[in-house]
C-alpha cells in the first residue's frame, strides 16, 4: 500500500493547488469530503432564503462543480442512493418534486419523500452544528419552503405539461422557444441544481468555489464520525473508510483501485471476516490520495483509451510519473517533440521552424532545467493502471524508489539511444487571414512514442488492448532502462520492408521508427543519422544504401515522364532484404531506361560504383538475409539525396525536380 503513502504525501505538498484548475480541460485538485458533478441548473437566492432567480447552466465548462459529499454519497451505489449534502438533483431537494410529477429512484417508490427528508435531515444538522455556513443556512431556509419546483417553472426553467406535470421530452409544438433544459439533459426530472446565495459582505456568492465553505463541511463531517484504530497508512486511530473514489482515470470511469463490496464472492477467501481487517484505511487519506492520483492523471498522465462494448471508447492502460513534492517532471510516454511542448501549442499559433538538429538542442537545455528545478533528492514515483473489467482497477507497474537525477537520466539515456530523425508529427495551424487549416509536418531528432511505437510494430490498425500491452512492455524499458524487446524490433523492421503494404505516409512513419528501435537494440554501434556514415562498410548497410539510390533514380525518372506508380525499389523491398545478392541484380538491371531518361544519370551511376566499391566480394555475393541496419543505411541515404536534390545536385537532375 505504499502507492496510497506517497499519493498522500503528495497531496500534503500540493495543497495550496486545492481548487478549479486554471485549465478548463483538467481535473482540479478537490477538497477532502468533495466531489465534481455537472450542474444543470442555477438557483440564486439571498441570505434569508428567498428565491432570486435561477439560470440553466449550459456552458459545458463551467457546469464542472465542485460539491460537499459523505461517504456514502461519494460512491453513489444501489436502489435508495444517499443524496449528497448541498447541491443535488430535484428529487432530492425540491419539496414539491412529487407532486409536479417527479418519479423518484425505485428504492424510493414506497416513500417518494424520503430522499428530501434525508436531505433536510443532514442540512439541519449541519446548520445546527458550531461549523454553520451562513450560505447554507439560507439553503435550508429556500428548500423548507417546498416551492423549487414551481419556481424553476414560473421562470420557465422548468416545463410542465397540460396537466402541470413536468414534461417528459420537449413539446415540439413550442419548438421556437427551445427551451435550454432540454438542451443540457434528456430528462427534466434529472437536473442537478447548485447555488449562489447573495450574502450582505460576501466577495464569493457561489457555494461551490466558496473555500471557506469547504472547510466548514470538512470539520462538521468529521465531527460526526468516530476514530476506530487504525489507519496502516499512518499509523493512527482514525475514522476508516470501505467507500472509496472511482471515476480514477476519467470522469464515467467506475473502476475502483480498492474495493470491498463483494462480501459474498472471493474477496475475502476466509482470511478475513470483515473488509475493514483486510484493508484499514483512514477516510482522509484515502480522499486525500485518490483526489491527489485523479489531478496527477489530469495533469501529466497519459490514458490510453480503447473501444469497449458497443464501440465507445472506455479508459485503458493509464501511466503518471509525479514528484512527490508536487514539481513538474516529463512524461515517459511522450516522444521527444511532446517533450518540447509541442502537443500544447495552440491551433493559431505558428510551428517552431527550427531544424531538426535545433529541437535535439532544445531537448538537451530542457533536460537541464528540469535537473535544476528538481535536484538530486525528490522522489519520483511511476505508476501503470490497467482495468480487467468494469468495477476493478489495478496497478500493473509500479516504481517509486527513483530520485529526481536517476529519473531524468533514465528518461534522457531513453530520448539518447533510441532517436533518429522523424517526420510524421504534424499540426493543423489555421491562418490568421483565411481562417482555414493548414497540416504543417515538423521533423525531430528524438524517440518515438511509445503508442506511436506499438503503431509501427503492429500497424495503425491493430487491436486497442495489443497497442496497450506494447505501451506496457515498453514503460520499463523507459524507467528501469531495460533492453527493448527483441520481438518488437524484428515485427517493426518486417514491416517497414513490407513497403508496398502501405501508404506512403505511414510506411514512411514505420521506416523511421523502425531505424530508432534497431538503434536502440544494438546501442554498443555508433550509427549516425544526419547524413551518410561513409567508414562503415558493413554489408547490411551498403546494402541499403545501393537500394535507396536505385530508388531516387527511377523516381526522379517516372516525375520526369509524369508517372505515378511505385519504383521497382519499392516494389521489391520485402524480396531484396531477403535475398539481397539475387534481388539486386534484377533492380540494377531494371534501371537502364531510367538513365536514359534523366541524360545517362552520370551522378547516380558514379555513387553506385562508389558503393559497390566498399564491399567485401565475398559479403557482396552472399545472399543472406539482411538485418535491420540495411534500413538504417537506406534511411540516410535517401535523407542525403534529398538534400542534395535541393543544394548540391548536378544540373542535369536538379532541373528534373
Not at 539486386?584 to 545517362?600: D, V
Request: glycine share 6%; hydrophobic share 35%; charged share 30%.
Amino acid at each position: 500500500m505504499s502507492w496510497i503513502q506517497k499519493l498522500y504525501e503528495t497531496y500534503n505538498n500540493c495543497k495550496d493547488s486545492v481548487g478549479y484548475s486554471t485549465d478548463e480541460n483538467k481535473r482540479p485538485l478537490l477538497p477532502i469530503c468533495h466531489m465534481t458533478a455537472q450542474a444543470h441548473i442555477e438557483i440564486i437566492i439571498d441570505q434569508d432564503g428567498n428565491f432570486l432567480d435561477a439560470h440553466v447552466v449550459t456552458d459545458k465548462n463551467d457546469a464542472t462543480t465542485i460539491i460537499p459529499c459523505t461517504e456514502n454519497s461519494g460512491g453513489k451505489a444501489g436502489i435508495k442512493p444517499e443524496g449528497h449534502p448541498l447541491c443535488e438533483k430535484l428529487q432530492y431537494i425540491a419539496g414539491d418534486f412529487v407532486k409536479y410529477g417527479g418519479s423518484v429512484t425505485v428504492g424510493f417508490a414506497k416513500d417518494p419523500e424520503e430522499p428530501y427528508r434525508n436531505y433536510i435531515k443532514t442540512l439541519t444538522g449541519w446548520c445546527k452544528s458550531e461549523f454553520a455556513h451562513p450560505k447554507v443556512v439560507a439553503v435550508l431556509k429556500y428548500v423548507k419552503k417546498k416551492k423549487v419546483i414551481r419556481d424553476l417553472v414560473k421562470r420557465q426553467k422548468l416545463f410542465v405539461g397540460n396537466d402541470g406535470k413536468l414534461l417528459a421530452k420537449r413539446d415540439r409544438k413550442k419548438e421556437k422557444s427551445a427551451p435550454d433544459i432540454f438542451e443540457v439533459i434528456g430528462l427534466q426530472k434529472d437536473a442537478f441544481v447548485r447555488w449562489k446565495v447573495e450574502v450582505s459582505g460576501a466577495l464569493e456568492t457561489k457555494v461551490w468555489k466558496d473555500k471557506t465553505l469547504w472547510e466548514k463541511w470538512m470539520q462538521y463531517y468529521f465531527s460526526t464520525k468516530k476514530k476506530e484504530p487504525l489507519c496502516f497508512t499512518t499509523g493512527k486511530d482514525d475514522f476508516l473508510t470501505i467507500q472509496h473514489p472511482k471515476y480514477i482515470r476519467a470522469k464515467g470511469d467506475g473502476a475502483k483501485l480498492i474495493s470491498s463490496n463483494d462480501t459474498s464472492g472471493f474477496t475475502f477467501r476466509g482470511r478475513f471476516r470483515t473488509a475493514e481487517q483486510a484493508c484499514g484505511v483512514s477516510y482522509e487519506v484515502s480522499q486525500k490520495a485518490h483526489n491527489a492520483l485523479i489531478w496527477l492523471i489530469s495533469r501529466q498522465g497519459k490514458v490510453f483509451w480503447a473501444k469497449g462494448n458497443g464501440g465507445r471508447k472506455e479508459p485503458g492502460l493509464t501511466v503518471v510519473a509525479w514528484a512527490t513534492s508536487g514539481k513538474t517532471i516529463p512524461k515517459p510516454t511522450d516522444d521527444s517533440l511532446s517533450f518540447l511542448g509541442f502537443d500544447e501549442l495552440p491551433d493559431d499559433e505558428p510551428l517552431m521552424v527550427s531544424t531538426a538538429q535545433d529541437i535535439a538542442i532544445k531537448f538537451k537545455n530542457r533536460m537541464l532545467g528540469y535537473a535544476s528545478e528538481l535536484g538530486n533528492t525528490d522522489n519520483i514515483v511511476v505508476m501503470g493502471l490497467d482495468s480487467a473489467s468494469k468495477g476493478r482497477l489495478a496497478i500493473t507497474y509500479y516504481r517509486e524508489d527513483l530520485t529526481g537525477s536517476d529519473f531524468l537520466k533514465r528518461i534522457e539515456s531513453w530520448h539518447k539511444t533510441c532517436e533518429w530523425i522523424h517526420d510524421y508529427r504534424y499540426k493543423d495551424i489555421q491562418d490568421k487571414e483565411t481562417g482555414k487549416n493548414k497540416r504543417f509536418f515538423q521533423p525531430f531528432i528524438g524517440a518515438p512514442a511509445p503508442i506511436d511505437i506499438a503503431e509501427a510494430v503492429y500497424g495503425k490498425k491493430a487491436d486497442d488492448k495489443l497497442k496497450k500491452t506494447t505501451v506496457a512492455r515498453l514503460l520499463p524499458c523507459i524507467v528501469d532502462g531495460q533492453q527493448i524487446p527483441r520481438d518488437l524490433v524484428e515485427s517493426a523492421v518486417r514491416r517497414a520492408c513490407n513497403r508496398i503494404a502501405m501508404e506512403e505516409w505511414e510506411w514512411n512513419k514505420t521506416l523511421s521508427i523502425a531505424c530508432s528501435l534497431y538503434k536502440k537494440y544494438h546501442t554498443k554501434e555508433e550509427y549516425i543519422m544526419d547524413c551518410v556514415d561513409q567508414e562503415r562498410k558493413t554489408r547490411d548497410y551498403l546494402y541499403g544504401r545501393l537500394l535507396a539510390i536505385a530508388d531516387r533514380l527511377e523516381g526522379l525518372a517516372l516525375y520526369k515522364a509524369k508517372e505515378k506508380r511505385d519504383t521497382n525499389a519499392a516494389r521489391y523491398m520485402q524480396l531484396f532484404a531477403e535475398h539481397p545478392h539475387k534481388t539486386w541484380r534484377q533492380i540494377e538491371l531494371s534501371l537502364s531506361p531510367y538513365k536514359a531518361r534523366l541524360g545517362g544519370a552520370h551522378f547516380y551511376i558514379s555513387l553506385i560504383d562508389e558503393v559497390m566499391c566498399k564491399f567485401a566480394p565475398e559479403e557482396f555475393n552472399s545472399d543472406k538475409p539482411l538485418s535491420g541496419e540495411f534500413l538504417l543505411g537506406y534511411h540516410c541515404q535517401r535523407a542525403e539525396l534529398w538534400k542534395k536534390g535541393k543544394d548540391e545536385e548536378p544540373e542535369e537532375t536538379l532541373n528534373e525536380e
